[in-house]
């Protein structure tokens, strides 16, 4: 199984460096007037996608935060009832 999970690897990595390779003409991206940024396509493309995946984890943070306190809440009032007594079940028979 990790022989075909190198392998799926190793096919995505070559693509990605054939489409970085064949993607290098420059662009200007104008973001702010007045402002022009001009870089490769591939770094253009690469620096919006880490900036999704950045933005992405940060709407996420307040859920995972929201989760923590409920679990922990949980795991209080849980702490705070008393245990179920031990009732012994006979053996079937």
């Not at 420059?26 to 402002?35: A, F, K």
């Given at each position: 199984?990790?022989?075909?999970?190198?392998?799926?690897?190793?096919?995505?990595?070559?693509?990605?460096?054939?489409?970085?390779?064949?993607?290098?003409?420059?662009?200007?991206?104008?973001?702010?007037?007045?402002?022009?940024?001009?870089?490769?396509?591939?770094?253009?493309?690469?620096?919006?996608f880490v900036g999704g995946v950045i933005l992405g984890a940060l709407s996420l943070l307040g859920v995972i935060f929201r989760q923590r306190r409920e679990i922990s809440r949980l795991k209080k009032d849980a702490a705070r009832k008393p245990p179920l007594p031990n009732i012994e079940i006979p053996p079937a028979v």
């Open positions: 199984m990790t022989a075909l999970t190198w392998a799926v690897r190793l096919i995505i990595f070559v693509f990605l460096v054939v489409f970085a390779a064949q993607n290098t003409d420059p662009v200007s991206l104008r973001l702010l007037p007045g402002q022009i940024w001009q870089a490769p396509l591939v770094l253009a493309l690469l620096a919006f």
